[in-house]
Structure formats: C-alpha cells, structure tokens
C-alpha cells in the first residue's frame, strides 16, 4: 500500500485516487472504482462501514460513476486501503487502479457482450501504453446508447452494422469485433501517444489540432437515447443523489431494509439499487427532479482550490430552476461537478461568482463579481 501524496492546489488538477488521495478541507478524498461499476451488498456495507470509520460518513457519488470517501485523516489513510481490499474494492498495483476508468452501462448483465468487453478491457490495462491520467474509457453498448455526453476518450459502440471503436471528439468510429476490439484500442492509444496527444491532455482536444485517420473514420454510432432518470426499472429502482453527497448511513440502511441484490453507478450521479422497489427521502426518486440539473462541488471551505462556497446557493437556485434548463455552481474554473457546459455556470472568484451562460466555469464570463444575494436573483 502506498502512502497518500498530497499536492499544492492548482486549477490545472488531477483526480484523487485510492492508492493517490487528494488533500481537501475536510480530510483526504479517497475515491473508489467499483469494478464495471457494480458493488455486491456485501461491498456496499463495508464502503459505508468504512466511510463512517475512517471518513466523515459522507460518500460523494462522481460524474464518472465513481464513489469518493471523504474526509479520510493521513493516519487512516492505511486502515482504509485495507479495508477496501478486504472488499474487493481496491487494485493491488496503483498503475492500473488509476487506469480502470471504465464507463459501463447500467443494464449488463453477466455474460453479455457490454460485461465481456468490460472485463476483456480491463484485463487490457496493463497491455496500454501511459496516458494522462484523466483519460478514461466507455462501453455504450447497452440496450441503448446514454454515454456519449459522459467523459471518455475512447469509446465502444453499436453502430448500423454492429460494435465500433470511435474516439472522443470524431463524428465516426472504426468497425471492430469483440475479438478485434481490444487489439484495435491499442493501436488507437499508441497512435494518440505517437501524435503528441499527451500534450493536449485529452482526446477530443487533440483531435482539434490533429487530424485523425480516415481508418477511424468510418462508421457512425447509433443514436442516444433520452437520459436516465430516477424511477422503476424492470431491474431495481433508479434513485438519484443531490450534488452526488451520499450520507453512508441511508445508504447502508437502504441496501438492509430493500434486501436490495446489488447497486450499479453511473453517470449523472445515478445508482440502480437491483431487485428494490422503494421509496426513501434520502435520495431522489422522481424524474425531472430540479435537483438532478443543479451541480457543484463541495466548494469553499471544503476544497483549497474554491474561492466561495457552492452547494448553499445550489440548493436555493435548484428550487427555482425553468424546467431543461441546467445550473452549476462551481467553486473554481476548474469545474469538477460538470466538466463541461451548463445553462447557467457561476464560477467562484475571490469570494464572488462570475456568471457564465451557455458555457463552462473556464470561458469568459458575462458578469464577473456577483455576489451570493445577486446570484440568488437569477431565476427571479
């Protein structure tokens, strides 16, 4: 087991890992990668035992379907690695825990082709050259295809004619088969690595600045489906978790009282509790819920890197949002609860928001030093 490393806040960050936690306000955040997104009640209980043991009891529920522990001190750092080994919840190797960044959908089942090609890609990690360290991978081969407005840099999908291998950022991708695929991945990552694509970080924006062979280029994936939403499912109940807090005693009560088979995360902070029907206040259950489109982060004083607090003006902004209209309060520009654009973005500075519209806590703001009270009279 390795000892936490702690960095200084920058904006330009990185994502905590188990093995690699970072320092916030309250404690280390230690975050899990429950293998193809799915947890077996057994491991759900000892998360939560181990949230309430070594953390603040709170588990934060990410945009890339992973569960963080909060508010770990550097003592308890060990004690928890353990425990989340003991679980089966935790990579021996640190290398490949901080590479198994595995979009799944919600709906496979064992055996099928989305749960073979998970398993065949993480088996695969260690055969893939170093990438940066937020790059990651999705398996969109479910029912239907929800992940493509989910982060990931390369992706397998259903096109007309079947499974292909498409990067992030091309309007097409390169038809494989399931005994193709994993070769094919390959060959993309060394190409991406070949071409300076470290560089830049991310996939979709080398694909800005360099062009991508047309041998990728050539299938189209099939059309997204409508977003999930809290609510019934032939396979266990929806719930959703407000800014993605879990308090991990409702959670672990939840799992007993249901007699629930399983959870599965995704994106959206969504979890499918398996073989449950129910209803709880804790989370959020019905669809178009306002709060499922307002996102923030923990923000000041949690975070080093906030400039305000966030989730207090969330919440009161959430209750009065217009119907499809997206809000995130973000407490620097680095925009972690919503790596991308919202309606409405207000960005921490210096105590104050910057007000973004149609964009991202890094573009340019329309107004720039609002305060909590003006920013509460956005949707008045």
Known sequence: MSAPQVREPKIKGWCPGAHRPMMSGDGLVVRVRPPLGALTPAQVTALCDLATRYGIGTLDLTTRANLQVRGVAEGDHEPLL????????????????????????????????????????????????????????????????????????????????????????????????????????????????????????????????????????????????????PGETAAGQILGAPFGAIDAGALAALMTDTSATGLR????????????????????????????????????????????????????????LPENTTLHVSGCAKGCALPRAADVTLTGRAGGFDLVRKGAPWDDPAQSGLTEAEALTLFE
């Open 265 to 320: 995360v995704t994106t959206d902070r969504l979890f499918l509790l398996q073989g449950a029907s129910t209803t709880t206040r804790d989370f959020v259950t019905a669809p178009g819920d306002p709060r499922l489109r307002a996102h923030a982060c923990p923000g000041a004083p949690l975070c080093p890197q906030a400039e305000a607090p966030t989730r207090r003006l969330a919440t009161q902004l959430a209750a009065r």
């Open 82 to 229: 353990q425990g989340l080994n003991e679980a089966g919840l935790l990579d021996a190797d640190p290398a490949l825990e901080s590479r198994r960044n595995i979009l799944m959908p919600l709906d496979w089942v064992d055996g099928d082709l989305s749960h073979r090609l998970g398993r065949a890609l993480t088996g695969a990690l260690s055969d893939l050259p170093p990438l940066p360290a937020k790059m990651g991978f999705a398996v969109d081969t479910g029912a239907a295809g929800r992940l493509a407005g989910a982060s990931a840099d390369f992706r397998f999908e259903l096109g007309a004619d079947g499974l292909i291998l498409r990067a992030d950022g091309a309007d097409k991708g390169r038809p494989v088969s399931e005994a193709t695929a994993i070769p094919a991945l390959i060959e993309l990552t060394h190409w991406f690595i070949d071409t300076g694509g470290p560089a830049n970080g991310r996939m979709a924006r080398h694909l800005r600045t360099t062009p991508l062979p047309e041998a990728w280029q050539q299938a189209a994936p099939r059309p997204q489906a409508a977003s999930l939403q």
